[in-house]
């Protein structure tokens, strides 16, 4: 990645919540991920409340050596580095997600779990999902699609959508009329294997159904920050960041608050 390109790219998370790094995997690293998630969905039971995620296969990095490979992936973190976002670190583990043929979409939602935190309101990213794709994909295999911009702002939708994952999304109905809507500002994701794709964890997310024959499978890995203020970002730093009480316990919630605007 040229320095122009990784300032573009950082630009575009801060901006619209996510952005994609394309052939970050070698084919050979590619084909040995595709081989070992396939080992491991092999030998994995879903539990049926993860059905609009797919398999949700958690696996650690440290009893998994391909896996840690993965998270260490030296290109990944490079290009990361170029982009200033080198003080990401992984929580050491990944989730395999997938669509198996005729699975359902997943709903909109998003993952950021501390809106009463006032760091809801950093204008960089926090906490980011580094998303490797395993094969290409399109609307037809279910690929994910965004709306840019709603980790900042709160649109109509907000206000609109279950809590996400084990909070409610989990037992909607697949029909649910607003969580499996298509939205005007929605963004379709599509990349190639071996793609890499960062999105916030505040940004609006979902995916489409997998209408074909073929698994898509995703590896996820989380990434978090230090709670402090990026070296890039030259801009203001809101008052409710500079008065943040750094020794109080915020409760986690899923839900945005007062903290969205
Ligand atoms: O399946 C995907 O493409 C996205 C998965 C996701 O966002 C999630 O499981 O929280
Ligand atoms: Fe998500």
């Known amino acids: 990645m040229t320095p122009d390109v990784a300032t573009n790219k950082r630009e575009q998370m801060l901006r619209d919540g996510f952005c994609v790094i394309e052939g970050i995997l070698s084919d050979a690293f590619l ?7 396939e080992d491991l969905i092999a030998s994995h039971v879903p539990p049926p409340d993860v059905r609009y995620q797919g398999q949700h296969v958690v696996v650690e990095g440290k009893d998994n050596r391909i896996i840690q490979e993965m998270l260490d992936w030296a290109p990944a973190r490079q290009s990361l580095k170029q982009m200033g976002f080198d003080d990401f670190a992984s929580h050491g583990n990944v989730i395999i997600l997938t669509k198996d043929p ?11 779990m501390q ?11 926090q906490v980011i999902f580094l998303s490797y794709y395993l094969q290409d994909t399109t609307v037809e295999n279910g690929c994910l699609k965004v709306i840019p911009g709603t980790h900042l702002k709160r649109i109509p939708l907000h206000d609109q959508l279950v809590p996400a994952h084990e909070q409610g999304a989990r037992f909607v109905a697949d029909d649910h009329p607003v969580m499996f809507s ?9 990349v190639k294997a071996g793609s890499l794709v960062l999105a916030d964890a505040r940004v609006l997310h979902a995916a489409h159904k997998n209408l074909t024959d073929h698994r898509r499978t995703l590896i996820l890995a989380w990434h978090r920050r230090p709670d402090t203020i990026p070296p890039y970002w030259k801009g203001l730093v809101p008052e409710v960041l500079t008065d943040r009480d750094e020794g109080a316990e915020y409760a986690g919630s ?7 605007e």
């Open 31 to 37: 084909e040995q991920l595709i081989d070992q998630s």
């Open 254 to 260: 899923r839900i945005p608050g007062t903290f969205l």
């Open 182 to 190: 298509n939205h005007p500002d929605q963004v379709d994701v599509k």
């Open 115 to 125: 809106w009463n935190d006032p760091s809801s309101c950093t204008p960089w990213p």
């Open 102 to 112: 005729g699975e359902p979409a997943l709903y909109w939602h998003q993952d950021w």
